[in-house]
């Protein structure tokens, strides 16, 4: 089997307080589209990439990937066998505090954690690789309270619990998955458990939720293994469901415009759209196999999705149709991101980073560099799988205990 190490799935809420701008809050940035609203960046990349302004080289394992709020970074790792989660100035690189999560999750494409954490003003939330669930004071790292999806009716599936938890409004929300029910939303401040989807109780898998208004109902869209699932933001009821025919692992996050949802998954399955009706009824618009993305993600970008498709390349499609409107080989597999008309995109195996133009005329570069220096704690089947995030005209890239800076303003 061609393994696919999930952990990026690294992988994953709309926040009840204010940000800046410069925010980047939470897996995928403010809104879970992997969309940065920044302007004034570089189109052209000099020989060589753009400047590095620091590196930090004590993250530890893991795949997880940079929350910043207000000049800090929060981030997972491993140390003193315990998954962590650690805060860094932005701006240096330097360490602020680190706080114990739990137990090391163990695999062979990589041990440690791989959600990225959540913040929430005074608040920052994180699920580890085990499956403990923990609310930090986002000033010092003191514990406020913890909670365990085992204890949920969950199971730690073979790459780990990888879901970037969700917080909307007064509610912390998870996927422990299993039998109690797959959703839990919690109260944030205290940790009191509110509800969990009775309905929907598919095993969890490695993809992160979004939020969404559809035909006036505030809700959370979630996508395993055998469904795609729209689950009452109030109550956890299920308001709608559509089958999908995941294998072996279905990680990427879906992607919410108005009332259709897309989803992709690797292992060969590929991608549908999926429109809801006015009475709430699920209908495909389009299956097929145009992307199949397998854990770097994808992004719209106006009417077209971009991504990595296994076996086609880097893949532009129509989001409404579903038809390709180009691919290419120029780079190998991996992860994108998108900033101020730009696509970043990552090839996994070498740690290359492209700059191309998020356009539907083919891909057009104006740059590459290569990750230096690299990994060397990340084991033989690992890769460079952390997501690319640029934040206030910082490009960050992590392989491992590595976490690098690049000014691309």
């Known amino acids: 089997m061609k393994s696919a190490f999930l952990p990026l799935l690294l992988c994953c809420t709309t926040l009840a307080s ?9 897996w995928r940035g403010p809104n879970r589209t992997d969309l940065s609203s920044e302007t004034g960046l570089l189109k052209t990349w000099p020989e060589g990439g753009p400047k590095k302004l620091w590196t930090f080289s004590d993250a530890g394992l893991g795949y997880s990937g940079p929350a910043i709020v207000n000049g800090k ?16 100035d932005a701006a240096t690189g330097k360490e602020i505090w680190y706080a114990e999560l739990g137990p090391i999750f163990a695999e062979g494409h990589g041990n440690g954690p791989r959600g990225t954490p959540t913040v929430d003003g005074n608040m920052v939330y ?34 780990g619990y990888t879901e970037s938890v969700l917080v909307d409004g007064d509610k912390l929300i998870c996927t422990p998955g299993g039998s109690n029910g797959a959703l839990a ?40 293994m055998q469904s795609l699932v729209g689950i009452d933001a109030k109550d956890g009821s299920m308001i709608w469901k559509s089958p999908w025919q995941g294998r072996t692992a279905v990680i990427p996050t879906p992607i919410v415009k108005d009332n259709y949802i897309y989803i992709t998954s690797g292992y060969g399955v590929g991608c549908k759209l999926v429109k809801i009706d006015a009475e709430n009824k699920p209908s495909d618009v389009y299956v097929n196999k145009v992307i199949k993305n397998h854990h770097g993600g994808v992004v719209l970008v106006g009417e077209n999705l971009y991504g990595y498709s296994d076996g086609s390349g880097w893949v532009c499609q129509n989001f409404m149709s579903g038809e390709e409107v180009w691919a290419d080989k120029k780079l190998g597999k991996g992860a994108i991101a998108y900033a101020d008309g730009m696509l ?6 070498t740690g290359t980073i492209a700059l191309i133009e998020a356009s539907p005329k083919g891909w057009t570069e104006h740059g590459r560099f290569t990750l230096d220096p690299q990994s060397r704690i990340r084991t033989s089947q690992g890769r460079v799988w952390t997501h690319p995030v640029i934040n206030n005209g910082v490009l960050y890239l992590r392989d491992q205990d590595l976490i690098i800076a690049y000014q691309v303003k």
């Open 18 to 26: 204010p940000l800046v701008a410069s925010d980047w809050p939470q």
């Open 73 to 88: 970074i929060y981030t997972l790792g491993t140390r003193s066998n315990k998954e962590v989660m650690l805060s860094l």
């Open 126 to 159: 994180a699920l580890s690789g085990t499956g403990v669930l923990c609310c930090l004071n986002s000033s010092d790292g003191k514990l406020l309270w913890k909670k365990s999806m085992t204890e949920l009716g969950g199971n730690v599936a073979v790459w």
């Open 185 to 224: 939303a919690f109260d944030k401040k205290s940790g009191d458990l509110l509800w969990q989807s009775k309905e929907f109780k598919d095993g969890a898998q490695y993809s992160s939720m979004v939020p969404a208004d559809i035909n006036g109902k505030h809700q959370y869209v979630q996508l395993t």
């Open 344 to 349: 970043y995109c990552l090839d996994e195996s």
